[in-house]
């Protein structure tokens, strides 16, 4: 906490419509591919980055947020649950209250297209460190008084 605000990972939910800035249906905030113009990932492609670039170094979703795929993995509140995206409402989903496992989401500068797309989940344990694992915070919005 610091001048009166708190801050904290954004849930699993929270984190995915934010990459699709709430309305990208496709594979990638920006369309059905990524490229190596839009994202640090592994794109099989000569003089790629082999690590993570300075935030901003690529094109921001259509809501301004930079690296929201590759880069590095973020960190988000949720712990795993395999069931997840069966089981939990469409709208406003909680993660499990518990478990062994947190989520990452976003990929990062060594994975392949395919595990940077919105949608695609992975988990550690919270007390692994990682130099490819990253997060981002969430800065919930209060209604001014008065």
Do not use: K
Not at 9 to 38: D, K, M, N
Not at 45 to 58: A, D, E, N, W
Not at 106 to 122: E, I, K
Request: hydrophobic letters at 35%; a positive charge.
């Amino acid at each position: 906490m610091r001048a009166g605000r708190t801050y904290r990972l954004p849930t699993e939910a929270e984190w995915e419509y934010a990459c699709r800035a709430g309305v990208s249906t496709t594979a990638y905030s920006f369309g059905s591919a990524l490229s190596i113009h839009q994202a640090n990932f592994n794109g099989d492609v000569m003089g790629r980055l082999q690590r993570p670039s300075p935030v901003g170094s690529y094109p921001p979703n259509a809501w301004g947020l930079y690296d929201m795929h590759g880069n590095l993995w973020e960190w988000v509140a949720d712990w795993f649950d395999e069931a997840y995206y069966r089981d939990s409402p469409r709208r406003d989903p909680q993660g499990p209250a518990s478990g062994a496992s947190r989520v990452l989401r976003g990929g990062a500068w060594y994975c392949d297209a395919r595990m940077c797309r919105a949608a695609h989940r992975a988990r550690n344990e919270p007390d692994r460190r990682y130099y490819g694992y990253g997060f981002r915070v969430v800065l919930p919005w209060a209604a001014p008084h008065g």
